[in-house]
Each structure stands twice: as C-alpha cells, then as structure tokens.
C-alpha cells in the first residue's frame, strides 16, 4: 500500500500530475491567493484560519504551491505539482539537509510557532490526519512545506479543524466591519506598533468628526490594516465556518485595545 504523501499516492487519489483543469485559485488567508487542487480548499482554509488565530503573517512574495517538477531531493513527483503542497514563507523556513536525523529547532529552523503548527496537524478529514508538515521530516526539514494526506473523498466527507475555515470575501467582509467598528486610539496604537496605517491614523477611528473612509478605501486597506493588526497583537481571529451562511461576525474589545474577531461561532 503506497504511503500517504507519496507521489504513488497522490497518483492514485488525486490521478496525473500537472493537469490544470483540476486546479482553483483559492484566497486562504486574507491577500494570499494561491493555486491548489480542486477539491481541497476546506484543508487550505483550514491552515489559514490556524495561521491567523496565532498573528502568523503569511507573506505573498514568499509562498506558493503549483510547480510542475519533481522533488528536491529525488526524482519521484513533488506534491507541487498537483498541486497538494504549498510552500509557506519560504524566507523564514528555509530548507535544510539533517543527515544527523535531528529534530526541528523551534525558532532556529523555522519562525512558525510550535503550538500552531501541532494545531495544523489536528485537522481532520473524515477522521483521517489531513496535513503532513515537512518540518517533521528526518533527513531534511522543509519547514515551510504543508501537503495533503487526505483523499479527496474524505475531504468531501469532512473537514475538522480546531480554528474553523478562512472563507475569503465572506469573512473579510466581517472582518472589515470589525474593523470600522474600532475608535481613534485603536488606530494610533496600531500606527505607533507597526508603522500601518500611513497618514493621519485617526481618519480610520470610528470617533473621527472628519470625512469617513469610504467603502472602497476601507476594501483597499482591509488586508494591511488587519495584518497590522494581527503582527501588532491587538486583534485575534478565528472561525467557525459560518461566513454568511452561518452565524455573524463578532468583535469585541478585550484587555484595553485587543480586538478578537470571531467568525461563524453558534451562539
């Protein structure tokens, strides 16, 4: 039996590689959109709810997925070319040859916290482990490497995730309206912490007597303003799913100026 992961496997699940007709382009974290297997987008929405639960940024010039070509470190099919693999922030989780067959060094081989990788590899689909993570691996660490080790039946079946799902447009939309929700001295903290946003700081509060943001401009500086806000440690997110077709969106201030917003939670 071939073992999950492998390019045997994903030949028999996920059938020839490099074939485009099976792929979407999925945004699964706020301004990151990415190519993956069509079918797949729960695991992916998964791992971005996760990553922004945790104030992980996830820059775009870093991470990719669809790469028809083989493995770096042999010749059987990489998982890039489904694509069920994704490389996230490259940068800062470089990959690195372990003859020594050590273990991951947290804050040394990669910047991804420990405790939010484990809750990546607790998403379940169907009751199967859905993600395997490269920074596990014993002659290499590829930290910045996530793949599917789920079929796409039992990701039809269902996907688990401790965060919920990241569902793009519908949950920036909420995320959007926690934002405006927010006054003055949120935004000039938020300046002081990140440098974001630019200009007057105060034109984005909720309490500003001036001019409003408009729709569109509040469109244009939802990614920024919330990845600020989550490097800054002032909001936290995480989702159950719901978007529009569940329950609303949340926002409530905790501890002075932190903000967690909470997406698609029942009650």
Not at 24 to 50: D, N, S
Not at 76 to 93: C, E, K, L, Q, Y
Request: proline share 4%.
């Amino acid at each position: 039996m071939a073992r999950r992961g492998s390019a045997t496997w994903w030949i028999q699940h996920y059938g020839k590689p490099c074939l485009e007709a099976d792929h979407v382009r999925l945004e699964w974290y706020p301004g990151v959109t990415t190519i993956v297997h069509r079918g797949t987008e729960k695991v992916w929405q998964a791992i971005g709810a996760i990553m922004l639960a945790y104030g992980y940024k996830v820059p775009t010039s870093y991470t990719g997925s669809y790469k028809c070509r083989t493995k770096t470190s042999g010749s059987s099919w990489s998982g890039h070319a489904w694509p069920v693999a994704m490389d996230i922030n490259a940068a800062t989780n470089p990959y690195i040859r372990t003859p020594s067959l050590r273990k991951i060094r947290w804050g040394v081989d990669t910047d991804m916290p420990a405790a939010m990788v484990r809750e990546i590899e607790s998403i379940l689909a169907s009751g199967v482990v859905a993600v395997g993570w490269g920074g596990r691996w014993r002659t290499v660490k590829d930290a910045m490497h996530y793949q599917i080790h789920a079929t796409l039946t039992e990701i039809a079946g269902g996907v688990t995730s401790p965060r919920g799902f990241y569902e793009g447009d519908e949950d920036m939309s909420m995320i959007i309206d926690a934002l405006k929700a927010q006054d003055m001295a949120y935004y000039e903290t938020l300046q002081q912490k990140t440098g974001s946003p630019g200009g007057n700081a105060s034109y984005w509060g909720s309490d500003y007597t001036g001019a409003k943001p408009s729709d569109a401009e509040w469109a244009a500086a939802a990614d920024e303003l919330f990845s600020a806000s989550l490097e800054a440690g002032v909001m936290t997110f995480s989702s159950g799913g719901g978007g529009k077709h569940g329950h609303p969106a949340t926002a409530t201030v905790v501890e002075g100026t932190k903000v967690s917003v909470v997406i698609g939670e029942a009650g």
